[in-house]
């Protein structure tokens, strides 16, 4: 079946900044709100913040979704009147409820209010839809353990009510976050908005002897081929599984983020009326560039269905850090490509470089992120326009103290100033017109051996699990490849390309790289490039192919 009306985008907002910066870079609607009344203890948001939020939402033509999806106890009884009180002045597009007893509290003491259904309410069937639609709600987000023939099925069933999927961020280990990990570990409640992500955590295998006495059992080269550790269900005797741990520790519970992204035309054709972001705990540069990714692949679809290609938006995804990419229930059970049972942490081959904060008669102020080197390739990328544009800076210029510098590191808050001058081939108008304030800035990071070998490992998978392929001696390689790197131990790092601080060049003509646009060896790919649209560089094998070797 078919929809005739457009999915809208909806991004998570941890804070004000954050909320902007969704908007800017494509969100059709945000999801915010205060600590003390939604499941994120860690939001920045006051309620003076979510009143601007909505205003700056209201104002960019974009709906703003409050969250007051606790599971209540009595001391929130009180705060309730207040929060409902005072947001309903500034009339957001609908407030995201969990608790029944509140659902009938706003529904009574604020009726103008569009009340939705929670994902923590756990609705997986289209019996629950309906309950929830003859109540009064206007839209259900569905469990994450939906599957796509189930969300189809609900769509028939429930025509007359909005759906709401979720399509990227982080998953849950237990079900749409019911778990007991964090509360039993760390007394954080996870249905508090306190979750501890004890499913991240590393754990070791100890021994118990007999007179109660408990050892590490330490697992070594010698005698690794002693032990096999295996689990075995109760009610499946003989069903063995086989549990890994290396030098530090097992993640047996560490489960992938969701990307939706090679199947959305399938949410799209159907007529998912809200396509959700979970990350309300995540960066700034997250928000921009997911939201960025989804509000190209969404209008692609739209202007062209039957041509779509999730590859483009995958490779934007790709910088984003990430602990590999699955489908997670999308047909209908995790799949062991789902989980990560080498390594915990997120990561991507680029990282967050800096962000305008200010945009003068002749040049971008821009907040540094992260380290800055001389000879680095800032990438540029614009929430109004497709193409990025790249700019490789020789040295950086201290905004507050005009001083130049070879380094500048991240965390020091520096603002540094980079003229319009710099970029040979943009026109300042242009420039001025397309990085507005707030607008982010990448680069490439530098990786290990093992970061790279995992790489590997989550791109196989995923193409495995997408393909809905068995690739065991592949699967196997990649794997032993991780594993051999996890064993080295090093901690030197190489980037993807072949620049080389000031002194080389990696020929894929970046805007400002003086030896590209000056040495006769890249006479010929010079050439080539003017032809190409602002911003883009030679592939790798156009860059061998053009640039002449140095006799």
């Known amino acids: 079946m078919t929809q005739p009306h457009r999915s809208e985008l909806l991004m998570p907002a941890g804070n004000l900044r954050k909320l902007k910066m969704a908007i800017l870079y494509g969100a059709d609607a945000?999801?915010?709100?205060?600590?003390?009344?939604?499941?994120?203890?860690?939001?920045?948001?006051?309620?003076?913040?979510?009143?601007?939020?909505?205003?700056?939402?209201?104002?960019?033509?974009?709906?703003?979704?409050?969250?007051?999806?606790?599971?209540?106890?009595?001391?929130?009884?009180p705060?309730?009147?207040?929060?409902?009180?005072t947001v309903r002045k500034v009339k957001p597009d609908g407030l995201i409820i969990a608790d029944p007893g509140v659902f009938q509290f706003v529904k009574t003491h604020a009726p103008e209010l569009p009340l939705h259904i929670s994902t923590q309410s756990n609705v997986s069937s289209w019996l629950s839809?309906?309950?929830?639609?003859?109540?009064?709600?206007?839209?259900?987000?569905?469990?994450?353990?939906?599957?796509?023939?189930?969300?189809?099925?609900?769509?028939?069933?429930?025509?007359?009510?909005?759906?709401?999927?979720?399509?990227?961020?982080a998953m849950c280990m237990t079900y749409s976050g019911r778990c007991l990990l964090s509360n039993f570990m760390s007394e954080r409640g996870a249905n508090q908005g306190n979750c501890a992500n004890s499913c991240r955590w590393n754990y070791k295998f100890h021994l118990r002897l007999k007179d109660g006495t408990v050892q590490?059992?330490?697992?070594?080269?010698?005698?690794?081929?002693?032990?096999?550790?295996?689990?075995?269900?109760?009610?499946?005797?003989?069903?063995?599984?086989?549990?890994?741990?290396?030098?530090?520790?097992?993640?047996?519970?560490?489960?992938?983020?969701?990307?939706?992204?090679?199947?959305?035309?399938?949410?799209?054709?159907?007529?998912?009326?809200?396509?959700?972001?979970?990350?309300?705990?995540?960066?700034?540069?997250?928000?921009?560039?997911?939201?960025?990714?989804?509000?190209?692949?969404?209008?692609?679809?739209?202007?062209?269905?039957?041509?779509?290609?999730?590859?483009?938006?995958?490779?934007?995804?790709?910088?984003?850090?990430?602990?590999?990419?699955?489908?997670?229930?999308h047909d209908g059970r995790l799949t062991n490509y789902a989980h990560d049972y080498e390594h915990t942490a997120a990561m991507a081959q680029w990282e967050y470089a800096g962000v305008v904060s200010e945009v003068t008669e002749d040049a971008f102020l821009v907040e540094v992120k992260n380290k800055l080197e001389a000879g680095e390739v800032l990438e540029f990328v614009s929430p109004i326009a497709r193409e990025t544009v790249l700019l490789r800076?020789?040295?950086f210029e201290d905004a507050a103290t005009g001083e130049k510098k070879d380094v500048i590191h991240g965390g020091t808050r520096t603002t540094v100033r980079i003229p319009f001058s710099l970029f040979d081939h943009e026109d300042p108008e242009v420039l001025r017109a397309r990085f507005p304030q707030y607008s982010v800035m990448r680069k490439e990071r530098a990786l290990t051996e093992e970061q790279w070998?995992?790489?590997?490992?989550?791109?196989?998978?995923?193409?495995?699990?997408?393909?809905?392929?068995?690739?065991?001696?592949?699967?196997?390689?990649?794997?032993?490849?991780?594993?051999?790197?996890?064993?080295?131990?090093?901690?030197?790092?190489?980037?993807?390309?072949?620049?080389?601080?000031?002194?080389?060049?990696?020929?894929?003509?970046?805007?400002?790289?003086?030896?590209?646009?000056?040495?006769?060896?890249?006479?010929?790919?010079?050439?080539?490039?003017?032809?190409?649209?602002?911003?883009?560089?030679?592939?790798?094998?156009?860059?061998?192919?053009?640039?002449?070797?140095?006799?």
Request: with cysteine; hydrophobic share 35%; proline share 3%.
């Open 453 to 551: 070998a995992r790489i590997r490992l989550d791109k196989l998978t995923q193409g495995l699990e997408i393909n809905g392929k068995e690739n065991e001696k592949a699967y196997s390689k990649r794997r032993d490849e991780l594993v051999e790197k996890i064993g080295e131990n090093t901690n030197d790092r190489r980037f993807k390309t072949n620049r080389v601080g000031v002194e080389g060049c990696c020929g894929k003509g970046c805007n400002g790289c003086m030896m590209f646009w000056q040495d006769d060896q890249y006479a010929r790919a010079r050439e080539v490039l003017m032809k190409r649209k602002q911003g883009e560089q030679l592939t790798r094998a156009e860059a061998a192919e053009f640039v002449l070797p140095v006799e």
């Open 393 to 395: 800076m020789y040295d």
């Open 129 to 169: 839809v309906k309950f929830w639609q003859d109540l009064g709600a206007e839209l259900v987000v569905l469990a994450r353990e939906v599957s796509f023939s189930e969300l189809c099925e609900i769509r028939k069933e429930c025509p007359d009510i909005k759906l709401e999927a979720f399509v990227h961020g």
């Open 30 to 77: 945000v999801y915010l709100g205060t600590p003390d009344m939604s499941l994120r203890t860690k939001s920045q948001f006051s309620l003076e913040d979510v009143i601007e939020g909505v205003e700056f939402c209201h104002a960019h033509g974009k709906r703003a979704y409050l969250t007051l999806n606790l599971f209540s106890h009595n001391k929130d009884i």
């Open 216 to 329: 590490e059992l330490n697992v070594t080269d010698e005698n690794a081929d002693m032990f096999e550790f295996l689990l075995e269900e109760g009610c499946r005797p003989g069903d063995l599984l086989p549990i890994e741990e290396d030098s530090r520790g097992s993640y047996i519970l560490n489960s992938k983020d969701l990307c939706i992204m090679p199947k959305l035309d399938e949410y799209l054709r159907i007529g998912v009326d809200s396509l959700k972001v979970e990350g309300r705990g995540k960066s700034e540069y997250y928000a921009a560039i997911v939201a960025r990714a989804y509000r190209m692949a969404i209008d692609d679809y739209y202007a062209d269905p039957e041509n779509w290609n999730p590859l483009p938006y995958m490779r934007e995804l790709e910088s984003v850090g990430n602990r590999g990419y699955t489908l997670a229930f």
């Open 79 to 85: 705060k309730l009147r207040e929060y409902v009180e």
